[in-house]
């Protein structure tokens, strides 16, 4: 079971680019880095609005004069300080990642982006260059992969249960925008505007999440995919508020995904169902708790978090934060990925590659290949629906 015990000599300095107030995600981030004990808030440039920055910081406790009209001057002037930030999370619209995240890198931070982290693949490999030479962790921020369950279910996988994977069925389809609720919400309009949310709407804001749940939980890679994809809201074309992927995988296996934001009666309805030669597994964000396993020839088994008969420390670092029986849920999956950050960034800077090495997180390569989903699918669904390569 895990609690607080596990501290650095001094939390990482860690500030934010975006989620100011009345943000969708800054809570999200705040409420997952500091659970632990592992980063401290010093620092923001979390409004495109100076003023509303500076209140905002004040309110959350932060010195004023750390709270920044821009993220050039974070950058420039957190540098100059002893007691500077040592890494940032970036949780801006989608236009700006690519840009504030490589200054944040060539400013010698560590960093968590939102997705898709960038529009381009190319953008994100560059990314992943500057990284590189700059040795940081660039993490990428698939907030569902910090529940165990889902680190159960990449196990027995691994472990051959299911015998070799044949279909996985990936959803992630929420009904909320079934009408046009972005004419008055800016959160909401920017999503369905090309030149802030990218080449897509659905596939990049949520598909992207289930897409990265069948990579880690099977490590399949797709070699080709089919793509159609529909604006049932007009004004949103020609970003897609609904598509459907088909996709062939290297080595034989096929899957299919539904990303959708017209899915009316519907809360989120991401699921991901793995189908092998003997059995299945399947798992729902809405019940993260459970996995269901089905083996052919067998009732179903419902698969409960924190059980003995579950694979021993699958999940890692900093997961059961309370027995099982008791509801872990979205914030504890967050926390589990921002303690998973903070263990790498720890690792690397004190020089520790091996440390840094073993500890599993959604990084660059996660980034691209969402961004390379985006880039691919609508390839196909503006070319008929044809079959792409993904490579
Ligand atoms: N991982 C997830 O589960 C998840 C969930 C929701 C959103 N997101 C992603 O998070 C990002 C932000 O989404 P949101 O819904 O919170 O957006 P939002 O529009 O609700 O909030 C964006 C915030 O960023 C600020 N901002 C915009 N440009 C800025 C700039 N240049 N410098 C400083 N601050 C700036 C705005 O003032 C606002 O506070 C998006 O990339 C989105 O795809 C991820």
């Known amino acids: 079971m895990f609690n607080e015990e596990q501290r650095f000599e001094h939390p990482i300095r860690w500030g934010m680019v975006g989620g100011g107030r009345g943000s969708q995600i800054g809570y999200s981030h705040r409420n997952a880095a500091v659970r632990d004990g592992l980063f401290t808030l010093v620092a923001?440039?979390?409004?495109?609005?100076a003023q509303r920055c500076q209140d905002f910081g004040k309110q959350i406790g932060l010195d004023p004069a750390r709270c920044y009209s821009s993220y050039q001057t974070l950058?420039?002037?957190?540098?100059?300080?002893?007691?500077?930030?040592q890494a940032v999370s970036i949780a801006t619209p989608n236009s700006t990642h690519y840009e504030i995240c490589k200054a944040a890198l060539q400013a010698g931070l560590h960093v968590v982006c939102e997705k898709p982290i960038t529009f381009t693949s190319k953008e994100a490999e560059e990314l992943k260059s500057i990284?590189?030479?700059?040795?940081?962790?660039?993490?990428?921020?698939?907030?569902?992969?910090?529940?165990?369950?889902?680190?159960?279910?990449?196990?027995?996988?691994?472990?051959g249960d299911l015998g070799d994977i044949r279909v996985?069925?990936?959803?992630?389809?929420?009904?909320?925008?079934?009408?046009?609720?972005?004419?008055?919400?800016?959160?909401?309009?920017?999503?369905?505007?090309?030149?802030?949310?990218?080449?897509?709407y659905v596939i990049g804001d949520i598909g992207t999440h289930a897409f990265y749940l069948?990579?880690?939980m099977t490590g399949l890679k797709v070699d080709r995919l089919s793509c159609m994809r529909q604006s049932f809201i007009p004004s949103r074309a020609p970003l897609e508020d609904n598509a459907h992927v088909m996709m062939e995988f290297e080595g034989g296996a096929v899957g299919t995904l539904w990303a959708s934001a017209v899915n009316a009666g519907s809360m989120h309805?991401?699921?991901?169902?793995i189908v092998g030669e003997k059995a299945?597994?399947?798992?729902?964000?809405e019940h993260p708790n459970q996995l269901r396993y089905e083996i052919q020839g067998e009732p179903v088994r419902i698969l409960d978090r924190d059980m003995d008969y579950l694979y021993k420390d699958v999940a890692g670092v900093a997961s059961n934060r309370i027995g099982g029986g008791h509801a872990e849920g979205y914030f504890e999956s967050w926390?589990?990925?921002?303690?998973?950050?903070?263990?790498?960034?720890?690792?690397?800077?004190?020089?520790?590659?091996?440390?840094?090495?073993?500890?599993?997180?959604p990084g660059i390569e996660a980034g691209i290949n969402g961004v390379r989903l985006c880039e691919k699918c609508v390839e196909s669904a503006d070319n008929h629906s044809t079959w792409v390569d993904f490579s």
């Open 44 to 49: 923001g440039a979390f409004d495109l609005d």
């Open 75 to 85: 950058f420039e002037q957190e540098a100059n300080r002893e007691d500077g930030i």
């Open 131 to 159: 990284a590189k030479a700059k040795d940081r962790v660039l993490g990428v921020m698939y907030g569902y992969t910090g529940f165990p369950m889902v680190h159960q279910a990449r196990e027995m996988v691994e472990r």
């Open 168 to 200: 996985v069925t990936m959803q992630f389809a929420h009904g909320f925008h079934n009408i046009e609720h972005e004419k008055d919400n800016p959160g909401l309009k920017w999503r369905v505007s090309p030149e802030v949310s990218g080449p897509t």
């Open 214 to 216: 069948c990579e880690m």
């Open 269 to 273: 309805q991401q699921k991901i169902r």
């Open 280 to 285: 299945s597994i399947e798992w729902w964000d």
């Open 335 to 361: 926390a589990n990925l921002y303690h998973r950050f903070a263990l790498a960034m720890n690792a690397v800077d004190h020089g520790d590659k091996q440390t840094a090495k073993t500890i599993w997180y």
